[in-house]
């Protein structure tokens, strides 16, 4: 079984400020990794994925996040934050085995960029 | 190209009731998943249809059900609603099964059930 842990549910930064939001999964199997970001009163949209070869994935809105193997972890990164990107982002598995488009979420964490 | 609509947006329902929440993906979309949004259980999948099949499902009573039409639209159902189904319900299409594939979401359904 699949679980991911973040471990921040909130994350205060100035605006300008570097923001790290970190995420953890447990799984017994390979997985492939994704960062959504969800706006009030929207959907969730991808910010980026890694799949597989290098372990430094760049996104959308300059988001960036690297896979790290041996720490289980899929931190997500931004060198310099605007008030626009305030919004809860959900880190997600899913299995590199299964049979279809099934997540595993965490629980969130909520970015509030201060001006 | 129209993304992934959910109706509708808002829903009040009693207890006891029964809801249908409609997904339309995107076009040439075969893939929609489904995913109930709540403060304290975060993300859950609920289930995924393909080709009007079901082929994968979560943890989720029987009263939570759902299917696919040919032109892929999508609905799910929960029939005698309790207090803690209130949630956001979110649909996501794909062009097909597979982990690696992207999903998109739509903007949900929030469903209040009083």
């Known amino acids: 079984a699949q679980s991911v842990t973040q471990l921040d549910s909130q994350v205060p930064v100035f605006e300008e400020a570097p923001v790290e939001l970190r995420c953890n999964y447990s799984?017994?199997?390979?997985?492939?990794l994704f960062w959504y970001v969800q706006y009030p009163n929207q959907g969730l949209q991808l910010l980026l994925k890694?799949?597989?070869?290098s372990t430094l994935v760049k996104g959308i809105n300059g988001f960036e996040a690297e896979f790290n193997k041996s720490q289980t972890s899929f931190h997500l990164r931004k060198p310099s934050v605007h008030i626009s990107d305030t919004a809860e982002y959900f880190c997600?598995?899913?299995?590199?085995w299964g049979t279809g488009n099934q997540f595993y979420f965490g629980t969130g964490t909520s970015l509030t960029v201060i001006p | 190209k129209a993304g992934v609509t959910q109706t509708p947006r808002y829903l009040i329902k009693t207890r006891g009731q029964q809801v249908t929440l409609s997904c339309s993906p995107i076009?040439?979309?075969?893939?929609v998943s489904w995913y109930q949004q709540t403060p304290g259980q975060g993300l859950q999948f609920l289930f995924e249809?393909?080709?009007?099949?079901?082929?994968n499902k979560g943890n989720f009573p029987g009263r939570f059900s759902g299917r696919q039409f040919s032109n892929s639209r999508s609905e799910m159902n929960v029939s005698t609603l309790e207090l803690g189904d209130s949630a956001l319900y979110l649909c996501?299409?794909?062009?097909?099964?597979?982990?690696?594939?992207?999903?998109?979401f739509g903007q949900g359904t929030r469903l209040t059930v009083v």
């Open positions: 996501a299409s794909s062009e097909q099964p597979g982990d690696d594939t992207e999903a998109f």
């Open positions: 076009s040439g979309h075969r893939s």
């Open positions: 249809y393909f080709s009007e099949t079901q082929r």
């Open positions: 799984s017994s199997v390979s997985v492939y």
């Open positions: 890694y799949l597989s070869g």
């Open positions: 997600a598995v899913s299995d590199l």
